[in-house]
C-alpha cells in the first residue's frame, strides 16, 4: 500500500467516520457495529474498512486522532495566550476531555487497546507540550514552583476520577488553585509518603 496523500473527498469521509466513530462509541459504548458507524457517517461499510481494516484499528486511530487535537490545542495556547491562563485553560480542556473520554477509555481497556500505545509517538509530543505549558506558567509565577509535570497528570487523573462521582467542577476548581503559588504556604515532602 502506498502513502499517497488522500483525496479530499476520501480525507472528509475518514474525518467523518473517525468523528461519528468517536461519538457513537463514546455515548453507547465498543459493542456498536462498524456497519452502524457507517450508517450513521454517512458512508459504505467498504468505505469504512479501506480506512481501518480492523475495528481496533478504528479505536486506535480515533485515539490518536484525539491526543493530535490536544497538542494542537496546547500549541495553539502556547503561542496565542498568556501563561497562566494557557495553562489552566489547557489543564481544565485536559479534565473535561478525560471525563468525555472515560467511558471510551475503559471500553478501550476491556478490549485489550492500550491507549497510550495506540498514541504512539504523539502521547511524547503532548507530555512534552504540557510540561512546556507548566514550565512557562511557573516561569511566571503562575504556577508553584515545587510542582512537576507528573504532579499535575496525576492530579489530572483524580480530577477525572472525582467528576465522575460528582458532576460539578467544583472539587476542580480547588485542586486548581492548589496549584497556584499563594498555595505554597504548604511544604511538600521530598518523596511521596
Do not use: W
Request: charged share 25%; hydrophobic share 45%; glycine share 8%.
Amino acid at each position: 500500500m502506498t502513502n499517497r496523500p488522500l483525496r479530499a473527498d476520501a480525507r472528509r469521509n475518514r474525518e467523518r467516520i473517525l468523528e461519528t466513530a468517536y461519538t457513537v462509541f463514546a455515548a453507547e459504548g465498543l459493542t456498536v457495529p462498524i456497519d452502524e458507524v457507517a450508517r450513521r457517517a454517512g458512508v459504505g461499510a467498504g468505505t469504512v474498512y479501506r480506512h481501518f481494516p480492523t475495528k481496533e484499528a478504528l479505536l486506535e486511530a480515533i485515539v490518536l486522532t484525539r491526543v493530535e487535537r490536544l497538542i494542537a490545542h496546547a500549541a495553539h495556547l502556547l503561542e496565542t495566550a498568556e501563561a497562566d491562563r494557557a495553562f489552566f485553560d489547557f489543564l481544565t480542556h485536559m479534565i473535561d476531555e478525560g471525563v468525555a473520554n472515560r467511558a471510551l477509555a475503559d471500553g478501550l481497556a476491556g478490549i485489550g487497546v492500550d491507549a497510550e500505545t495506540a498514541a504512539g509517538g504523539a502521547e511524547h509530543t503532548l507530555q512534552d507540550v504540557f510540561a512546556a505549558l507548566l514550565h512557562r506558567a511557573q516561569r511566571a509565577g503562575a504556577v508553584r514552583r515545587d510542582v512537576e509535570a507528573a504532579d499535575v497528570k496525576a492530579l489530572v487523573v483524580g480530577c477525572v476520577a472525582m467528576r465522575r462521582q460528582r458532576p460539578s467542577k467544583h472539587l476542580t476548581a480547588i485542586v486548581l488553585d492548589g496549584l497556584r503559588p499563594g498555595a505554597a504556604d504548604t511544604q511538600l515532602p521530598r518523596t511521596p509518603a
